[in-house]
């Protein structure tokens, strides 16, 4: 999963932006706002934007 680094709230807020190949086991899409733990994930600079790429299993909710 690709991410778009979040605000501070209780744990991260982010977008995502991309996800992998197995859809099956990921349940969110492109568009939706999720929740993930705050030291989770590897964060990456895409031509000058933070981006964090997340495990499935790091993400703790979806926020609707």
Do not use: C, F, W
Not at 13 to 33: H, L, M, Q, W
């Amino acid at each position: 999963l690709m991410q778009a680094a979040g605000a501070n709230v209780a744990g991260q807020i982010a977008s995502v932006i991309a996800i992998g190949d197995d859809t099956e086991k990921i349940k969110v899409k492109p568009g939706d706002r999720v929740m993930y733990d705050k030291y989770a994930g590897t964060s990456i600079k895409i031509d000058g934007e933070d981006h964090l790429i997340l495990k499935a299993a790091d993400i703790i909710a979806t926020i609707e």
